[in-house]
T-cell receptor, first 112, second 117 residues
């Protein structure tokens, strides 16, 4: 089945730093999405990408749909404390079920 | 507008019991998908329903079943519960609209935390 490799697994951020994370797969996806999940809550959609090569921003967040349709990255600029949480990439296939295939997540923590 | 709502918030069951989880989609959305999220992992796809018909099924045993009602709300049923069924069960709603470009962007509810003892 399809698998996504998400990296890094975890990282520490200091307020004001830029953050980068990415997802790769051996499979092609029709759509890439990025979600953030806080403890005990459901994932919240951050950015959805629909075309290969597409670069989309949402405030301090920027994400790109890889040209091969097998990868995506998410950048967070000038991080703030509320950016802490778990970030998931998800690839979507337009087949029976339009299912989302999720990465294992990137945990963002605050550097003390 | 209300987002995706799920009930109950938490549930504790014992092995062998049956459980029913409920989901109401965002107003105007006609599709509901169910995902299982085990602690420390990303969500895993279980089902998608659109217009009351199953449109997709993940790699889960037949103990898992679901249905969608005329008002587009949905129920997920799990029979003969096992310890390994303990997880956060997430419901996602979407438009499932296809008009040239398919954009089935899925929005998640807060989840139901199921604990099986």
């Amino acid at each position: 089945g399809q698998q996504l490799n998400q990296s890094p697994q975890s990282m520490f951020i200091q307020e004001g730093e830029d953050v980068s994370m990415n997802c790769t797969s051996s499979s092609i996806f029709n759509t890439w999405l990025w979600y953030k999940q806080d403890p005990g809550e459901g994932p919240v959609l951050l950015i959805a990408l629909y075309k290969a090569g597409e670069l989309t921003s949402n405030g301090r967040l920027t994400a790109q749909f890889g040209i091969t349709r097998k990868d995506s990255f998410l950048n967070i600029s000038a991080s703030i404390p509320s950016d802490v949480g778990i970030y998931f990439c998800a690839g979507q296939l337009w087949e029976y079920g339009n299912k989302l295939v999720f990465g294992a997540g990137t945990i963002l923590r605050v550097k003390s | 507008d209300a987002g995706v709502t799920q009930s109950p918030t938490h549930l504790i069951k014992t092995r062998g019991q049956q459980v029913t989880l409920r989901c109401s989609p965002i107003s105007g959305h006609k599709s509901v998908s169910w995902y299982q999220q085990v602690l420390g992992q990303g969500p895993q796809f279980i089902f998608q329903y659109y217009e009351k018909e199953e449109r997709g099924r993940g790699n889960f045993p037949d103990r898992f079943s679901a249905r969608q009602f005329p008002n587009y709300s949905s129920e997920l049923n799990v029979n003969a519960l096992l310890l390994g069924d303990s997880a956060l069960y997430l419901c996602a709603s979407s438009l499932f609209r296809t008009s040239g470009i398919i954009t089935d962007t899925q929005y998640f509810g807060p989840g139901t935390r199921l604990t099986v003892l």
